[in-house]
């Protein structure tokens, strides 16, 4: 299925927004070499990061078969892609 770099970019945007949770969970609960996380506090976390690593490979496929349909290498595609998802969440809050 052809992706358009319209729809990377969504993609990105959600890992992004994915590990952006993570992140937060992080902060909320402290450092766990800190402190000992609860059961509910740690598979929250648990759950955010599969989530995250869930989106962030589920953007590799079709960054490949966009860089192929366009002759671009992958590196740049993924790079642009994260570089507009990034923009436009700035663009949003701001």
Do not use: N, Y
């Not at 299925?1 to 952006?20: G, N, P, S, Y």
């Not at 790079?79 to 436009?88: P, T, W």
């Amino acid at each position: 299925m052809a992706h358009t770099f319209e729809e990377l970019v969504l993609i990105q945007r959600a890992a992004d927004e994915a590990h952006t949770a993570v992140e937060q969970l992080q902060d909320q609960h402290v450092p766990p070499a800190r402190t000992v996380w609860t059961d509910e506090q740690r598979v929250s976390w648990e759950t955010a990061c599969r989530t995250w690593r869930g989106l962030a490979g589920d953007v590799q496929a079709p960054v490949s078969e966009h860089a192929k349909e366009q002759g671009t290498p992958c590196h740049q595609v993924e790079a642009d892609a994260k570089k507009a998802a990034r923009h436009q969440e700035l663009a949003a809050s701001g």
